[in-house]
């Protein structure tokens, strides 16, 4: 008994040493393979021996008058890579348009209602994680709804993918985010630089993106940042990878909201699966990093067909092939 102890001890402290090893040095193609090697260690097998949800009931707060499509796509894309329900809280006005795009998804036009923390509060116990910002606007009633939603979400123990308007919350109220171990956040480089300026008080260093990552993820209270760009740089306070997966040269809108819908899945099971199975990075580095990895190769397989057309629905249709490419064969 004690002896198992000491194992499983000296096993997290390498992990530790590790992980704080790889933090300044950078991430090649055999970092590359390694990491998603660590991806494919999390994603559940299917067996007949399972039931509905099991393999993951997703949230989307999101959705408004002006944008119906990035909640859709951020919601779709968490069912299409294996989660098993996905639902959506948006406003009552976007509800029956999101509910026209696809018959998928659980639709609730909750977001404007004054009890809107409520009535989302009382699904949460049944969500196993919450992407917070896909189309949310920046409406004040619906920041403030949000805000409920994402303490309550906290209270719950439930992870969060915060992107979009829902870092544009964080970035007025830094507090909210501080020191949750289960949250990531989803900047491009707009939504970044206005993160660093609001947290650190500067605008990122260009010339060191891992360091203003790390920077970012470390004054935040080591939550995981993911800087999406050219190449996307994930950070956990402690480690730092990238993922320079090939992706496309097309940066049509809603790409980031197909990464964001994935990562809501997979930072479910890689919390799931434990450190243990990731071995090596956090479990929510590790989901970060397949979400990026998805999404670009998404975007790689829909562009071969469609060229300068390639839209967001397109690289939809590919997170099957894409998924089983990368991590299933
Ligand atoms: N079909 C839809 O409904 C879509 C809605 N979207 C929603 O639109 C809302 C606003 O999102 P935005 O991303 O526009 O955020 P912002 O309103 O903060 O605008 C960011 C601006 O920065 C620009 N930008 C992005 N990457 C850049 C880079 N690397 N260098 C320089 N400029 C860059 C963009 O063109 C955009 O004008 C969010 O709610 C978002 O979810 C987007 O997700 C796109 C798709
Ligand atoms: N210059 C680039 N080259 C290759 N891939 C990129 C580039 N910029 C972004 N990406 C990829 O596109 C995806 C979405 O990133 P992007 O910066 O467009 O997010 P976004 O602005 O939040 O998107 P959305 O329109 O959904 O809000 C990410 O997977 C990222 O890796
Ligand atoms: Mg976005």
């Known amino acids: 008994m004690a002896v198992g102890a000491g ?124 992407v917070v910002g896909p189309g949310l ?27 979009a308007d829902g870092l544009w919350l964080v970035a007025q109220q830094p507090a909210l985010v501080q020191g949750y171990p289960k949250a990531v956040l989803t900047p491009n480089h707009v939504e970044f630089s206005r993160l660093s300026e609001a947290v650190l008080g500067e605008p990122p260093d260009g010339r060191d993106r891992r360091g203003a990552v790390l920077r970012l993820s470390q004054a935040l209270g080591n939550v995981t ?44 099971w890689a919390l799931r699966a434990g450190p243990e199975k990731t071995d090596g990075p956090s479990p929510l580095l590790v989901a970060a990093f397949g979400a990026c990895a998805l999404t670009r190769q998404c975007s790689r397989q829909a562009f071969q067909k469609h060229g300068r057309s390639t839209t967001t629905t397109d690289m939809i249709a590919e997170v099957g092939p894409a998924f089983s490419r990368l991590f299933e064969d």
């Open 225 to 268: 940042v993911v800087q999406k760009g050219e190449r996307d740089v994930i950070a956990d306070g402690v480690q730092v990878l990238e993922c320079s997966q090939e992706g496309s040269s097309r940066r049509c809108g809603g790409q980031g909201d197909l990464l964001s819908g994935s990562l809501g899945v997979l930072a479910h």
């Open 7 to 130: 194992c499983a001890a000296l096993r997290g402290c390498l992990r530790v040493l590790k992980r704080a090893f790889s933090q300044h040095k950078g991430h090649s193609g055999k970092d590359m393979e390694s990491t998603l090697q660590s991806v494919r260690s999390i994603v559940p097998p299917l067996t007949t021996g399972k039931h509905k949800g099991q393999d993951g009931r997703i949230g989307v707060v999101g959705g408004c008058r002006e944008y119906t499509g990035a909640p859709y796509f951020a919601a779709i894309s968490a069912l299409k890579v294996g989660a098993d329900l996905s639902h959506v809280f948006c406003t009552q006005e976007a509800a029956p348009v999101i509910k026209s795009y696809s018959p998928e998804l659980i639709v609730h036009p909750v977001l404007d209602s004054p009890d809107a923390v409520r009535a989302v509060g009382e699904w949460l116990p049944r969500l196993h994680a919450l």
């Open 137 to 163: 606007g920046r409406d004040h009633v619906l920041l403030e709804n949000a805000k409920g939603i994402l303490e309550a979400a906290k209270a719950g123990g439930i992870p969060v993918v915060i992107d």
